[in-house]
C-alpha cells in the first residue's frame, strides 16, 4: 500500500524520510510490481532537474537510469540499488512491516537495510551533489532497478545484456554489501566493503536403485544408501579451505585491532583454514561465516524422495546449493570435486548457474572507500570481505566493471542488524542513515 503519492521537496529531502517513503511502496518480489517507486523516484530526482530515463521490459517492473554530469576528469561512476523486496509471508512483527514507522530512533519495514535505506541515502547524497556548485570529477550514474531478489531477469540482468551502452566507460560501480558482517568480541565497529561474492551453482543429483519393501534391509546401491553417503560426504558443508588473498588481509586487519585470545584466533586461521579449532575463541556464527568464505561449500536443501513408509524408493533426488569463491574455479571443476568427495559416481543436472565473478581486486578505488569511511568513524575499521550471497554486483563485472558493494552504515559495535535481511522486524537506526548519506556524498565528491 502506498500512502504517499507526491516526493517531498528536495531542499529538504533526507534519507530518513526517504527511507519510510519507499518503504511505503510494497514491491514484495514476488511479484514485484515496482513501478509506483520507481515513478516515485522518477518525480523526485526530475523535479530536482536530474537527468532520467525509464527502461522497461516488464511495464509493471521498469527500471530508472539517473545521470549527474561530472566535470568529465574521471570515468562515470555506478550507484545501483533495487527497489523490490523479499516476502514478508509467515514472519511476525512489531510494527507492520510496510509502514515505514519511525520508532525508537529506528525506521521499520520490510526493505529498511535491504535495500531502500542504502538507496535514500544514495539518493539524498545525489540530491545533495545537485545542489552544489562543486562537479564530481566523473559523471554519477543511478541504476534503480527491479527483480534483484528473484533472478534480476527484468532488472540489471536485462540492462547488462540490452542496454549495455548505457553504462559505457564506467570504470567502477557500488551497491549492497550483501549482508557481510562478522561481530567478534563487539570491541571494535567494523565497516565491511564487499571485493567479491560467490557465485551459486544449484545442482540436482539423483539416485536409482532397487526399490523393495521396506522391513528389509536395502542393498549397497539401494537409493537410500546412496544419499545416506553423500549427505555424510557433505555434512561439513563445504569442499575443504582455498588460499584467499583477500580473506588473508581481512583476518591480519582485524587481528590488529583485536589484540588477544580474538586477535590469536584470526591469525591462526590466516595462517592454516584447515585447522578445525583455530576459530573456538569465535562464536559460532562468527567462525561459520569465516569457513564459508574460505571455500566452495555445498549444502543439500531439497529431498524428493518415497510417498509410502513401508516401500524402499527405487529414485531418490537432492538438491544442492552450491557456493563457488571467485576466481577460475568452474562449473565442471565443481561438480567433479563432489564426485570426488562423495566417493562414487553421482547422476548431476545443473539447475542454475551463476554469473562467474573476477577475483577481487584491492586497488586505489577500495582505498577511496576505505578512506572516506575511516575519515567519517575514525573508530571504525574498514575491512575487505568477500560475502557468501549474491547480488546485482555479480553482473556488472560482464561490462568491465569492477564492482563493490559498500552500505556505510554507523551501527553499533558488535550489532547484527545486517542479519536482519529477509527477517522479521527489519529496520534501520536513523544517525545510520545520516552517516550512510555523508558517506556517498564524500565519495562522489573525492572520487577518482
Known amino acids: 500500500m502506498t500512502t504517499l503519492s507526491q516526493p517531498c521537496r528536495t531542499d529538504t529531502v533526507d534519507a530518513v524520510t526517504l527511507a519510510q517513503q519507499l518503504i511505503r511502496f510494497d514491491t514484495t518480489n514476488p511479484p514485484g510490481r515496482e513501478a509506483d517507486c520507481i515513478r516515485f523516484i522518477d518525480d523526485l530526482l526530475t523535479s530536482?532537474?536530474?537527468a532520467t530515463q525509464i527502461i522497461a521490459k516488464d511495464p509493471q517492473r521498469p527500471n530508472l537510469i539517473a545521470r549527474l554530469p561530472g566535470s568529465g576528469e574521471a570515468p562515470p561512476l555506478l550507484l545501483h540499488a533495487h527497489v523490490d523486496v523479499v516476502p514478508t509471508t509467515g514472519q511476525s512483527w512489531s510494527h507492520p512491516p510496510f509502514s515505514g514507522d519511525l520508532r525508537e530512533e529506528h525506521v521499520w519495514g520490510r526493505g529498511a537495510i535491504d535495500m531502500k535505506g542504502s538507496?535514500?541515502?544514495?539518493?539524498?547524497?545525489?540530491?545533495?551533489?545537485?545542489?552544489?556548485?562543486?562537479?564530481?570529477?566523473?559523471?554519477?550514474?543511478?541504476?534503480?532497478?527491479?527483480?534483484?531478489?528473484?533472478?534480476?531477469?527484468?532488472?540489471?540482468?536485462?540492462?547488462?545484456?540490452?542496454?549495455?551502452?548505457?553504462?559505457?566507460?564506467?570504470?567502477?560501480?557500488?551497491?549492497?554489501?550483501?549482508?557481510?558482517?562478522?561481530?567478534?568480541?563487539?570491541?571494535?565497529?567494523?565497516?565491511?566493503?564487499v571485493v567479491a561474492e560467490k557465485r551459486a551453482v544449484w545442482l540436482r543429483a539423483t539416485f536409482r536403485g532397487p526399490a523393495g519393501h521396506a522391513s528389509r534391509i536395502p542393498a549397497a546401491h539401494a537409493a537410500p544408501r546412496l544419499l545416506t553417503r553423500l549427505l555424510n560426504a557433505l555434512s561439513d558443508g563445504g569442499l575443504g579451505p582455498e588460499p584467499s588473498a583477500v580473506t588473508a588481509h581481512m583476518l591480519s586487519e582485524l587481528a590488529a585491532a583485536h589484540p588477544g585470545p580474538i586477535g590469536?584466533?584470526?591469525?591462526?586461521?590466516?595462517?592454516?583454514?584447515?585447522?578445525?579449532?583455530?576459530?573456538?575463541?569465535?562464536?559460532?556464527?562468527?567462525?561459520?561465516?569465516?569457513?564459508?568464505?574460505?571455500?566452495h561449500t555445498a549444502n543439500p536443501t531439497v529431498i524428493r524422495a518415497g510417498h509410502k513408509t513401508n516401500v524402499i524408493p527405487g529414485e531418490i533426488s537432492v538438491d544442492i546449493d552450491g557456493r563457488l569463491l571467485p576466481g577460475t574455479f568452474t562449473t565442471d571443476d565443481f561438480i567433479a570435486a563432489l564426485k570426488a568427495k562423495a566417493g562414487f559416481p553421482l547422476d548431476i543436472d545443473i539447475l542454475v548457474e551463476?554469473?562467474?565473478?573476477?577475483?577481487?581486486?584491492?586497488?586505489?578505488?577500495?582505498?577511496?572507500?576505505a578512506h572516506v569511511l575511516r575519515d567519517a568513524d575514525?573508530?571504525?575499521?574498514?575491512?575487505?570481505?568477500?560475502?557468501?550471497?549474491?547480488?546485482?554486483?555479480?553482473?556488472?563485472?560482464?561490462?568491465?566493471?569492477?564492482?563493490?558493494?559498500?552500505?556505510p552504515l554507523l551501527l553499533p559495535a558488535g550489532s547484527a542488524y545486517r542479519d536482519l535481511l529477509h527477517a522479521p522486524d527489519e529496520r534501520i537506526p536513523v544517525d545510520a542513515l545520516h552517516f550512510a548519506t555523508h558517506c556517498y556524498q564524500q565519495l562522489l565528491l573525492s572520487y577518482p
Open 264 to 295: 590469536q584466533a584470526l591469525l591462526r586461521f590466516r595462517d592454516d583454514p584447515a585447522d578445525l579449532r583455530a576459530l573456538d575463541h569465535l562464536s559460532e556464527r562468527d567462525a561459520l561465516f569465516l569457513r564459508s568464505i574460505s571455500q
Open 119 to 193: 538507496l535514500a541515502a544514495m539518493l539524498a547524497a545525489l540530491l545533495r551533489l545537485n545542489t552544489q556548485a562543486t562537479l564530481p570529477a566523473g559523471d554519477i550514474i543511478l541504476a534503480v532497478v527491479a527483480d534483484e531478489e528473484n533472478g534480476s531477469g527484468v532488472g540489471a540482468r536485462y540492462l547488462v545484456q540490452e542496454h549495455a551502452h548505457l553504462f559505457d566507460h564506467v570504470a567502477y560501480a557500488i551497491g549492497e554489501d550483501g549482508g557481510a558482517s562478522l561481530e567478534l568480541d563487539g570491541s571494535r565497529r567494523l565497516h565491511p566493503i
Open 354 to 369: 551463476g554469473e562467474a565473478m573476477p577475483e577481487p581486486v584491492l586497488g586505489p578505488f577500495y582505498q577511496r572507500m
Open 48 to 50: 530536482a532537474g536530474i
Open 378 to 407: 575514525p573508530d571504525g575499521i574498514p575491512v575487505p570481505m568477500t560475502t557468501t550471497a549474491s547480488t546485482d554486483a555479480r553482473l556488472f563485472p560482464q561490462l568491465g566493471i569492477a564492482s563493490y558493494g559498500f552500505m
